[in-house]
């Protein structure tokens, strides 16, 4: 099985919508301490489902790609 999150799905797997916060600061290349923090200050976009938090997949590209333009400036 390939991994979700780093790999397209190949037809037999569902791609996913959401990260786990475990999932997200891998997917984004920080620490999951970084990754609270950023979203307790809501600088980083997340929904909360009950108890748990996760992180838009398609949200998240976004907001990386705002960034990446932001840092060119």
Known sequence: MSDPILNPPDGNELALLALRPKQAAKA???GERLLWS????????????GRAIVYPVD???SWLAEQAKQSKK
Not at 38 to 49: S, Y
Request: glycine letters at 12%; charged letters at 15%.
């Open 28 to 30: 984004l290349g920080i």
């Open 38 to 49: 950023m979203t307790n200050n809501g600088q980083i976009p997340h929904v909360r489902l």
């Open 59 to 61: 949200e998240l590209k």
